[in-house]
């Protein structure tokens, strides 16, 4: 993960740079998605094996949840990248960005029992940006996204 100082609001702002990889391979407290869908419900249809009882080739993000929690040692589920690291993102409009929140709030807190306290857990979501952008054209992204993106 990068920095940028906006030197506007004094503060650094860690973005991902797309189709760069990560640092550190899944272990028992890193968990890699490609994908966004947290609770079994979200799976789409074509994530169901035909004629396999219920399986899926894609897992939702709340079995790996609970694996950290029953672990006890925590951990870190970074959605929008691959298995073999690569940094994809996730397009989410705002909404979009808040319906993850609420999703994860609710299978934490309405869900597990006894519920996950709130601080317990946190959700980050972190700007996937384009290798190259000039400095002006990452000031404003980076911008854009602290001022209503969070």
Not at 41 to 56: C, H, K, S, Y
Not at 58 to 70: E, G, H, Q, T
Not at 72 to 94: A, H
């Amino acid at each position: 993960m990068a920095e940028a100082h906006d030197s506007a609001v004094h503060r650094k702002t860690k973005f991902y740079i797309k189709n760069a990889v990560v640092p550190f391979e899944e272990d028992r407290h890193h968990e890699l998605k490609g994908h966004r869908n947290i609770c079994f419900e979200e799976l789409p249809d074509w994530a169901f094996i035909d004629g396999d009882g219920g399986r899926t080739s894609r897992k939702p993000v709340s079995r790996y949840i609970n694996a950290f929690l029953n672990g006890g040692e925590g951990g870190v589920i970074y959605m929008g990248i691959i298995d073999d690291g690569t940094i994809k993102g996730v397009r989410l409009t705002e909404y979009q960005a808040d319906h993850i929140r609420a999703s994860i709030d609710d299978l934490l807190q309405t869900r597990y029992q006894p519920p996950v306290e709130e601080y317990r857990y946190k959700v980050k979501l972190v700007p996937v940006i384009q290798q190259g952008l000039e400095p002006e054209e990452l000031h404003a992204v980076l911008q854009s996204y602290s001022n209503g993106n969070k």
